[in-house]
Each structure stands twice: as C-alpha cells, then as structure tokens.
C-alpha cells in the first residue's frame, strides 16, 4: 500500500478573484512561460485536495509600496475564510515611507512572514533600502525570497551571500532551491548556511530527479521546503515530481511537511 504523506505546500500566490486571472498571466510572461492555472483562492484549494495538500502558506507580492496594505489584507482575509488551510505571508516594499508601520499591520493582521521578489520589485537583496526590512523581520519573521535569474542580479546568490553572514538571526528561505535558473552556482554559494532554507518550487520541471535529489542533500533535507509555486503549476503534477526523487520516507516527511511547520507553526 502506497503510503500516505502529511503535505504542506509552502509556496502559492493567490489574487483576488476579479484580477487573478490577469495577475496569473502576467507572471507567466514575466518568466516566458505560460501559468498553468488562474490564481484564484478557489482554484488552489480544489488543486490541492486532488494532491492531497493539507495546508498552504499563501502570498502575494506588491510592486508599489501603495499596495502594500490592500495586499496584506487580503492574504490575512483570505486565511480567515479558508477554514484553518491557510498561512499567510505579507508583502512588503523597500520603498515604503514606513517600514516599521507596515510590519507591525503585518503582524498585527496574524501573517507569519515576509514574501520578497527583488526580481520584480527592481531592487538587489542587498540594497540598502531592503536593510530596514531585514532589521525589522530579523528574529521576528521568516522572509521568504525569490532568488535567481540568469537574466538579472537582483536575486542571484552572490547578492544573498553578505545579508546571510550580516544578520544570522535572520531566517530566510530561498525560492526555487535558492537560485532559479542558475540552481548549481546557488547551491555552492549557500549550502552550509545555517539560516538559509531553499523550497523546491518551479525548480523540478527543469532538472532530473538525481539532480533533484543532489541539491537536497547539499542543503540537507532538513532544510528543504516543497513548494509548488501555484498558480505556475499544476500542484499534483509538482507532488508526482517531487516523489519520483529517491528519498527515505522520514527524509520526505520532513520536506513535505514537518520543515515547513516548524518555520511558520512553532
């Protein structure tokens, strides 16, 4: 009998309904690939049962810091009406006129972390306007940040490098195993960090599963998340991938669920 995993999916963006579709679209041109699905909360939850998902760290980024409170409250209502499935990360903005207003409403509203992605917010990790971000989260919230693209230096591991030595009391985990794109020069970079964390989301479409598995292992498998990036994928698809990776069960019930809950439940 196959057995049965604990799965939290620990990277999905939602929208509000009347611009997810168009949000969607968008992320998928960003990234030259078309999104798989429509964004809406309704669509993930529907997406998860059929993997068999029991709970979601959801999110949203904002490109402007006027955005900022409109998106955190969404994400904090959209965990409130999904009856226990949810937690939510807030965004915020390194161009915010108060940055220490905009993380204490984050809180207050009940999110458990920071979602970044210096990518398409335009700014480098390690610019000095994200430093007030990284004071304020250190010790407090996780900050979970999109990093890598060949095409950019905003995210890549050279610019993540000197904010993990600056704040060590600061948790971060790296999207798409810590470098979309340019996964092998990350994984030299940042293994061996001991607050770095790396999810595997929008990763395993674009490798086999031993290199899957190797760049696990340079991380550790207790510092490895499963994520789907939903909407870009279609969740049972990221499951099926990521359990064709040669792993012991305790080994993934640990990504799959038990990492993820000690960084946003403990």
């Known amino acids: 009998m196959e057995k049965k995993y604990r799965i939290i999916d620990a990277h999905c963006h939602i929208y ?15 990234y ?10 309704s669509t993930l939850l529907e997406q998860g049962e059929r993997a068999g998902i029991e709970h979601y760290i959801v999110q949203s980024v904002a490109t402007t810091p006027a955005q900022v409170s409109r998106i955190n409250k969404f994400i904090a209502d959209s965990v409130a009406e999904s009856g226990g499935r949810f937690t939510g990360l807030g965004t915020l903005h390194p161009d915010s006129k108060d940055m220490k207003a905009d993380v204490e409403e984050l809180l207050s509203l009940g999110l458990r972390g920071v979602k970044l992605h210096p990518d398409i917010q335009r700014v ?6 994200m430093l007030a971000i990284y004071e304020l989260c250190r010790g407090r919230l996780p900050v979970l940040i999109h990093t890598g693209d060949y095409r950019y230096d905003f995210s890549n ?6 904010i993990l030595e600056k704040y060590p009391d600061l948790t971060v985990i790296g999207a798409h195993f810590g470098g979309w794109s340019v ?67 305790s080994e993934r019930e640990d990504i799959l669920y038990n990492n993820a809950a000690k960084l946003f439940f403990e």
């Not at 030259?32 to 909360?41: E, F, I, Q, V």
């Not at 480098?124 to 306007?129: K, N, S, T, V, W």
């Not at 591991?157 to 000197?162: A, E, G, H, I, S």
């Not at 990221?238 to 359990?243: A, I, L, Y």
């Open 124 to 129: 480098a990790i390690d610019d000095e306007r």
């Open 16 to 30: 509000p309904d009347r611009i997810a579709e168009k949000a969607s679209e968008n992320t998928g041109l960003f």
């Open 183 to 249: 996964w092998e020069e990350a994984t030299e970079q940042l293994k061996g960090y001991k607050n770095f964390f790396v999810d595997c989301s929008s990763s395993l479409y674009a490798m086999s599963a031993e290199k899957a598995r190797e760049l696990i292992m340079a991380y550790g498998t207790d510092r490895v998340l499963f994520g789907s990036d939903y909407p870009m994928w279609e969740i049972d698809g990221e499951v099926e991938r990521f359990m064709n990776i040669d792993l012991t069960d």
């Open 32 to 41: 030259n690939m078309p999104s798989r699905l429509d964004g809406k909360m």
């Open 157 to 162: 591991p050279n610019r993540m490098m000197p």
